[in-house]
C-alpha cells in the first residue's frame, strides 16, 4: 500500500505550514552557486503543492522569503525575486487545473513592482479556486505581522470601534494576516534545523512541529505524506491528560 492511501482521510491536519530551507546547501554539494538550489526549490513546491492536493489538504502555506531575507546578497534576493515572478507565471496554469487559490501573507509593499503585479494577477485569477488555498509567506515575520495587528487593533480603539477588555484570542487572530485561515496543526521543516526561525509564532501554538534532514530541493509529495502519516499518530492534548482526549 501506498503512503498516501495509509492517510487517514478522517484524521488530516487541515492546514500544513512549511519552512523550506536548504536550497543553499544542496547546491554546494553539488559544487554550485545557491541560486541552483533555489531553481530546484521549485520542483519541490510543485510536487508538494500536487501532493497537498492529493491528500486533500485544504490550507498550505509556505515560507518563501522572510524579512531578513531581505539582507542577503544582492544578487541572491534578485535572482529569488525574478524566480517568484518566473514560477508564479509560469505555474498559474497547475494552480488552475488542480483548483488551488494562491493567497499570500507578508509586507507585499517591499516586493519588486513586476513582482507584486505577478502575485496579485495570479491571486485574482485562482479566487475561485476551492480544493486548497495555497499561501506564499513573502517579505513575511512573524514579530512583524503581530506588531502590525496591535497597531491595528489602537487605531479601532483610537477610533471608538474597538474596547480594549473586548479583546481575546479571536480578536487577536483576527487582526493577523491569517485572519480567514484555521492554525496549522502540522509544521514541517526541513533540512534538518529545529527552528520556527519567526514564521506564524501565534498561529502554530498547538502545532505538531516535525523535522526532517531531507534538504528543500528533494523534498517531494512522499515526504510530505509521511510528514502526515506522522501527525496522525501523535496524540493532540491541547493541555489536557491523556484520558480526557479519550
Ligand atoms: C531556504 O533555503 C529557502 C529560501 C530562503 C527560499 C525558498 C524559495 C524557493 C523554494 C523557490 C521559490 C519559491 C516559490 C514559492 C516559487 P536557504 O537558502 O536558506 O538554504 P541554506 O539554509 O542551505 O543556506
Redesign the pocket.
Known amino acids: 500500500m501506498g503512503l498516501l492511501d495509509q492517510i487517514d482521510k478522517n484524521k488530516l491536519p487541515r492546514h500544513i505550514a512549511v519552512i523550506?530551507?536548504?536550497?543553499?546547501?544542496?547546491a554546494k554539494e553539488k559544487g554550485k552557486l545557491?541560486v541552483f538550489?533555489?531553481q530546484n526549490?521549485?520542483l519541490?513546491?510543485r510536487d508538494t503543492v500536487e501532493g497537498a492536493v492529493e491528500a486533500g489538504i485544504e490550507f498550505l502555506t509556505?515560507y518563501?522569503?522572510s524579512t531578513e531575507?531581505w539582507n542577503r546578497p544582492k544578487l541572491e534576493v534578485m535572482a529569488?525575486m525574478e524566480?517568484?515572478v518566473a514560477?508564479i507565471n509560469k505555474e498559474t496554469k497547475t494552480l488552475m487545473d488542480n483548483d488551488v487559490r494562491l493567497n499570500a501573507i507578508g509586507d507585499l509593499s517591499q516586493l519588486p513592482d513586476r513582482c507584486y503585479k505577478q502575485l496579485q494577477e495570479a491571486i485574482n485569477k485562482t479566487a475561485n479556486n476551492k480544493r486548497c488555498t495555497l499561501t506564499?509567506a513573502l517579505s513575511y515575520s512573524s514579530r512583524w505581522e503581530i506588531v502590525e495587528a496591535a497597531k491595528k487593533l489602537g487605531r479601532q480603539i483610537q477610533e471608538g470601534r474597538l474596547n480594549p477588555d473586548d479583546i481575546n484570542d479571536q480578536v487577536f487572530s483576527g487582526a493577523l494576516c491569517t485572519a480567514d485561515m484555521p492554525d496549522p496543526e502540522l509544521m514541517i521543516r526541513t533540512?534538518g534545523e529545529h527552528r520556527i526561525s519567526n514564521y506564524l509564532l501565534w498561529q502554530l501554538a498547538y502545532a505538531e512541529l516535525y523535522f526532517t534532514q531531507k534538504l528543500?530541493p528533494d523534498f517531494r509529495r512522499e515526504d510530505l505524506f509521511e510528514a502526515i502519516l506522522d501527525f496522525q499518530k501523535r496524540e493532540r492534548r491541547f493541555g489536557m491528560t491523556s484520558e480526557q482526549i479519550k
Open positions: 523550506m530551507d536548504g536550497n543553499g546547501r544542496w545557491r538550489g533555489h526549490g521549485v519541490a513546491v509556505l518563501a522569503f531575507n529569488l524566480l517568484l514560477t506564499l533540512s528543500w
